[in-house]
């Protein structure tokens, strides 16, 4: 079938050439009406790779979704309200009353959370790749259509700004960023955007939806929909009930689940159909514990222009090779000096703290809490930073039994975090040996620099005192 030929994928074609001032103005692309469940059409020529039951395959191109303003009937929050959902000011779905069932399920089936509070930049123009590239630190430059990556967007130092899911479609680049962030990196983008440069930036939050389907169920989940699920990394575009769905692999979690981006009229149904399909629908109270259980830092809290991505552990999305970007300079130089001096770590607490407290190891500041959250059970779980350097030794940290505000942290790992840049981008250090009380090992650490000074010092006399021998030795001989 020609593509071009069909009047529908020439409208999808047009839509995806619209400038973002177009947005609102574009019609409603939408798919055949035989589709009426999740099919996967193919990325490279925007055909369907099973049939629409009519005999005849229909084209789609890849990155066209809904850019209409839809007409907001609330049907998604309707079925969200009969299995439970209380929402909060913004109609986001804060608990299902389910908060350890939905926590569990991330574990043995699947758990489905709405995550449309996130915010949505559509990055578009034959420049978006390479200004990308320039402007973050993931290496963009190999990038293709069908594929995922994360980003941070970081100062001039290094500090962080903003961590970022990247979906590259053919026409664009979908970002998605903390909820309420997405002004802001935005600006900060157009800043960068130069005369010449063909890069356009359109905020789509308002005007799709999108949820994390995760646990180890959530690919059959997909497949009881009729779709099949990306490989890790890589993007399709589903059809659903006459509407498109972008799927990534990753549900904003280290373990197994997808993302899904669909227009707001399809999105009730699609919610719907994911429960029904077994997926425990699950709010944002269960969804920030699972956050701080799995280490996944948030811009905010655990990133800000006082961190660096590499003590918040997302070397994974950060490339030291891939030429000269902003903050490229200070963080090649933190890594080639082994000087990260802290480290985003998870904490158990015995009770409730303040993100802010600082954590003490005895009356020795040695790190600050970041992010608080209470399980279903009771028990209090935290990340934060945790001073990782002292006297110019690197110290392993997990296990650390430290105090905040008074309160009892032990110091453990999580998930989330990667200490290794990807292959072929550096040494990786060492890995902790043992674990212990963070002021005996700097303590340990001193003493064997002071041991080393004492030695030092002591040969310097040794050889002073061997001159001072040769000279009265000298002396007794010139007075005879």
């Known amino acids: 079938m020609n593509c071009g030929s069909c009047p529908h994928a020439q409208s999808l074609a047009a839509a995806s050439r619209l400038k973002v001032h177009d947005f609102a103005a574009a019609s409603r692309p939408r798919l055949p ?43 998604l929050e309707s079925y969200q309200a009969q299995l439970g959902a209380n929402f909060d000011g913004d109609l986001v779905p804060v608990t299902f009353g389910n908060d350890e069932e939905a926590l569990q399920a991330l574990q043995d089936s699947s758990a489905v959370a709405d995550l449309s509070h996130w915010d949505r930049l559509h990055v578009s123009g034959k420049d978006r790749l390479t200004f990308l590239h320039g402007q973050s630190t993931y290496d963009c430059a190999k990038l293709r259509p069908g594929m995922s990556f994360d980003t941070v967007f970081v100062t001039a130092q ?20 903390s909820p309420g962030s997405g002004a802001t990196v935005a600006a900060r983008l157009n800043k960068y955007i130069l005369y010449g440069d063909e ?14 389907l995760a646990g180890p169920e959530s690919a059959s989940v997909l497949e009881g929909l009729g779709a099949s699920a990306p490989a890790s990394d890589q993007v399709s575009l589903m059809g659903f009930q006459n509407s498109p769905v972008i799927v990534a692999a990753g549900g904003g979690l280290s373990g197994p689940g997808y993302t899904l981006i669909a227009d707001e009229l399809a999105a009730g149904e699609l919610w719907r159909s994911l429960t029904i399909k077994g997926a425990v629908p699950m709010g944002t109270a269960a969804w920030e514990a699972a956050r701080v259980l799995d280490g996944r830092p948030m811009a905010g809290k655990e990133l800000t222009e006082q961190h660096l991505p590499l003590e918040a552990g997302l070397y994974h999305a950060v490339s030291l090779n891939k030429g000269c970007y902003m903050g490229q300079e200070t963080l090649a130089k933190v890594h080639k000096l082994n000087a990260v001096k802290q480290q985003l770590h998870g904490l158990l607490l015995d009770a409730d703290v303040a993100p802010g407290s600082s954590l003490l190891s005895g009356s020795e500041k040695a790190g ?31 296990g650390l039994q430290l105090t905040a505000g008074g309160v009892k942290a032990q110091v453990v790992s999580r998930p989330f975090a990667s200490w290794h840049f990807p292959e072929g981008q550096g040494v990786q250090e060492p890995p902790p040996q043992s674990a ?7 303590l340990a650490a001193k003493a064997s620099k002071e041991a080393d000074k004492a030695a030092a010092a002591a040969a310097k006399e040794e050889r002073l005192r061997v001159m001072q021998e040769r000279l009265a030795t000298w002396q007794a001989s010139q007075a005879k």
């Open 33 to 75: 009406s035989s589709c009426t469940s999740l099919q996967c059409l193919d990325t490279k020529h925007g055909q369907h790779i099973r049939g629409t039951g009519s005999g005849e395959a229909s084209v789609y191109e890849f990155d066209d979704l809904d850019l209409d303003e839809p007409e907001i009937d609330h049907e």
């Open 436 to 442: 212990g009380d963070l002021k005996d090992r700097a």
């Open 199 to 212: 890069v356009s930036i359109a905020d789509v939050t308002a005007i799709t939806k999108m949820f994390s």
């Open 158 to 177: 290094g500090r962080c700004l903003e961590f970022a899911k990247c979906l590259v479609q053919d026409g664009g680049v979908l970002m998605i960023v």
């Open 368 to 398: 600050t809490v970041t992010s608080v959250t209470q399980l279903p059970d009771g028990t209090y779980i935290g990340l934060g930073y945790v001073r990782c350097r002292a006297n110019g030794v690197q110290i392993p940290v997990e």
